[in-house]
């Protein structure tokens, strides 16, 4: 079946400091591949996504690669802020589970400042 | 552009009693999904609908919890009875159609089973 595993939370920051949020993931056929950030007191929304092998998907200085041969999609950031403060979800989506995403646990980030 | 609207936004209720969530989607959303999402863990995808057909529902726990989506357009989800391992946030999302693979998510209902 389709798996998404992610690092374990919660991740502590400086500002300006260099992130990375690991995710691997199980999957038969070909996925397409997810960022959902979940702000306090907001909904899960999306930051980023990969539908094929190679894609780098990116946004608001967040950067992930579809990574076929190692079978993951990390999330980085040069330099992270005090409002990137949230929890950050990496997930996937198949034809044959109808499109629906298939979520990881969930990082939870805090920047200090 | 209107969000997708969940309602009631907190709940508490007692073990074997009943409980119902409303969601109401992006306009012109053709697909409509709930998911359950416990405490430290990422969202479970209870039930898809597409319009107002079923097209997922093999995590539905369907002895204790339904969901219709009569007229194609808002939904509502039912717990009855409930259990204590139900206390978590149901997140109802929407997109234009199960292909388009951006989802819109509410803000959720949270729920707690005392």
């Known amino acids: 079946g389709n798996s998404v595993t992610q690092m374990e939370g919660p991740v502590t920051l400086s500002e300006e400091a260099f992130l990375t949020i690991n995710c691997t993931y199980t999957?038969?056929?070909?996925?397409?591949l997810f960022w959902y950030v979940q702000y306090p007191g907001e909904g899960l929304q999306l930051l980023l996504k990969a539908t094929k092998a190679d894609d780098k998907g990116s946004n608001k200085g967040f950067e992930a690669t579809y990574r076929k041969e190692t079978t993951s999609f990390h999330l980085e950031k040069g330099s992270v802020q005090v409002s990137d403060s949230a929890v950050y979800f990496c997930a996937l989506s198949t034809t044959n589970s109808g499109y629906a995403l298939n979520f990881g646990k969930g990082t939870s980030l805090l920047v200090t400042p | 552009e209107a969000g997708v609207a969940q309602s009631p936004r907190y709940k508490i209720i007692e073990k074997r009693q009943s409980v119902a969530f409303w969601c109401n989607p992006i306009s012109g959303h053709a697909t409509l999904y709930w998911y359950q999402q416990i405490l430290g863990q990422g969202p479970k995808l209870l039930i898809q609908f597409q319009n107002n057909g079923v097209v997922d529902d093999s995590q539905l726990p369907k002895d204790r919890f339904s969901a219709e989506r009569l007229k194609g357009v808002d939904s509502t989800l039912k717990i009855q009875p409930a259990k204590l391992e139900d206390s978590a946030v149901y997140l109802c999302a929407s997109s234009l159609a199960p292909t388009n693979e951006k989802l819109f998510f509410g803000s959720g209902t949270q729920l707690s089973v005392l």
């Open positions: 999957a038969t056929g070909y996925p397409s």
